[in-house]
């Protein structure tokens, strides 16, 4: 694990939901959007949800390489939004929705702008870095935390506390 990170923090697939119905919530009154574009891959499960309750339908992405596992990179575009999108003025991007599970350093945030200026960009999560770079999240956590999605974790054995606490135990 990267040094910077000395924290873990698990979602479940509920947890997920929930939060990205309340982001959904929160992006009502700024309506109607016209699309979405989600940042692959985090950005696809929360896009869907979005888009399900504010019954918008058209929907494209963006694929930014910007992690290796935990060490984050400069970031690359691998795949760009359709013409139609970036091809919109940016009176007409500003009824579009960017949708990304995190906002980490701001780096894929910052790439993702320049691509598409004006749009309205929303994350699940944010940390206090890359927080500036997105108009709407629900939920900040610490800089030093490394967020465990559900599609990243598989249920496995985990052994009882007190036998892990065992005198002689791992030792």
Same mark, same amino acid.
């Given at each position: 694990m990267a040094s910077t990170y000395n924290k873990m923090f698990p979602v479940s697939?509920? #947890?997920l939901h929930r939060d990205a119905k309340a982001l959904a919530w929160k992006l009502v009154a700024g309506g109607p959007w016209q699309g979405i574009v989600a940042i692959t891959r985090g950005g696809l499960v929360p896009a869907a949800i979005?888009?399900? #309750?504010?019954?918008?339908r058209l929907i494209d992405t963006v694929s930014v390489a910007s992690y290796d596992h935990m060490t984050q990179n400069s970031g690359r575009i691998l795949k760009s939004v359709s013409p139609s999108v970036i091809g919109s003025d940016a009176s007409q991007l500003r009824h579009w929705l960017i949708v990304d599970d995190l906002v980490d350093t701001g780096g894929t945030a910052r790439i993702v702008r320049e691509l598409l200026p004006g749009a309205h960009f929303a994350t699940v999560y944010a940390k206090p870095a890359g927080k500036p770079m997105v108009d709407t999240y629900m939920t900040e956590v610490s800089q030093d935390t490394w967020i465990l999605f559900p599609w990243d974790t598989e249920?496995?054995?985990?052994?009882p506390i007190a036998a892990a606490n065992a005198p002689g135990a791992g030792r």
């Open positions: 697939w509920h #947890e979005v888009a399900r #309750e504010l019954d918008v249920p496995q054995f985990a052994p």
